[in-house]
């Protein structure tokens, strides 16, 4: 059985020990040191390399993002990082994955009284994921940089690139939507800042993310992206152009009307309980009917079946779907499941991600 060291990372003693006892629960974790701080954390993952780093974002002498920061530079491991949630953290949180953070939590979602057996075990999991997983270093050098100079170039590349001939026979798509969990909103970086404003498609993203993220991942990504970044509302018309963030803690719908125009609508309950809020599944079986083969679909990195069901539906009605493949992502699951399901029309890394959405979304 593999096991793996974990390093614990808080500047309190109380939460050094409930997460310690967090990790005991499962036989293929073990606690391999722990820091008070972040001086502490740089040295001990140096001299102790664990598998992967649990570490809080606020502590004394060196915060978690400096010392992230400082881990990824000389001694590159897997950090997930632990928060509480107030005003500034979303704004934390996205700079931590910036640094390269594998993924964050909130402590309070562990650690609450009545904390449910699922929330640890999902926790547990993605840990035991995140651990095994490595990025290959090769896999960032093949990503071509992107800046406001180059834009043009790249996309007239991909354009004129030969097509496979399976892709010569895929059309045009009016709608993508982009899926992802865990290592999502690195991933969402490398693809969203690309689209030309010229883009004649809209664009809604499904991200797992605790509620009160999902509206500043959209600020921040309206900030670097050429097209308009919004997180979704109830009764949006969709528009070409624009990326819809759907908000956490809702499901994202969509509705065709008798003018034509397709909304968005923003539940709180369906008669089908899901886990995750937002859904893909439930965004993906609500579109397909309405763009049917001209609805384009992106599985990204994600722990868990998610947009297993949905993208089973995408097919139904002659959709097409790309997949992540397994050596760039984080968490190889969602992805996983839906190519081993035969829904895929094409795998690859993320580095080739944009260049096949483009291949896609050209125009003739």
Not at 16 to 26: H, S, T, V
């Amino acid at each position: 059985m593999q096991q793996y060291g974990v390093l614990v990372v808080d500047d309190s003693s109380f939460m050094r020990r409930c997460i310690r006892l967090i990790i005991e629960k499962d036989p293929q974790l073990f606690i391999i040191g722990i820091a008070r701080n972040g001086i502490e954390a740089v040295e001990k993952v140096q001299r102790l390399k664990p598998d992967i780093v649990i570490m809080d974002v606020e502590m004394p002498e060196m915060d978690g993002m400096t010392a992230l920061k400082e881990i990824m530079k000389t001694c590159p491991v897997p950090v997930v990082m632990l928060s509480n949630r107030t005003d500034k953290d979303p704004e934390k949180t996205f700079q931590a994955l910036e640094l390269g953070a594998a993924d964050f939590y909130l402590k309070s979602a562990l650690l609450e009284e009545n904390v449910k057996p699922e929330i640890i075990e999902e926790f547990l999991v993605k840990l035991k994921a995140i651990a095994r997983k490595t990025r290959k270093p090769e896999n960032k050098k093949q990503e071509q940089k992107i800046t406001s100079e180059n834009t043009s170039e790249i996309i007239e590349s991909i354009l004129n690139k030969p097509e496979s001939p399976i892709e010569t026979k895929l059309g045009l798509a009016d709608l993508l939507i982009i899926g992802c969990s865990t290592g999502g909103p690195s991933a969402l970086q490398s693809i969203l800042p690309r689209f030309p404003k010229d883009t004649h498609v809209p664009i809604v993203v499904l991200q797992h993310m605790p509620p009160g993220f999902t509206r500043p991942l959209a600020e921040r990504f309206d900030t670097i992206c050429n097209l308009r970044v919004k997180e979704a509302e109830d009764g949006d018309i969709l528009e070409a152009g624009n990326i819809y963030i759907a908000p956490a803690g809702y499901q994202t719908l969509l509705d065709k009307k008798t003018d034509g125009s397709t909304t968005l609508r923003i539940e709180d309950c369906l008669p089908v309980e899901t886990v995750y809020k937002p859904s893909i599944n439930v965004t993906l079986d609500s579109a397909a009917p309405i763009y049917k083969e001209r609805l384009l679909s992106v599985i990204l990195t994600g722990m868990g079946n998610d947009g297993l069901v949905g993208c089973e539906t995408v097919k139904k009605y002659n959709g097409k779907i790309i997949v992540e493949a397994e050596e760039s992502c984080i968490v190889y699951g969602m992805p996983k499941v839906v190519y081993e399901a035969g829904l895929a029309d094409v795998q690859v890394p993320l580095s080739s991600i944009f260049h096949k959405i483009m291949r896609y979304l050209k125009n003739e």
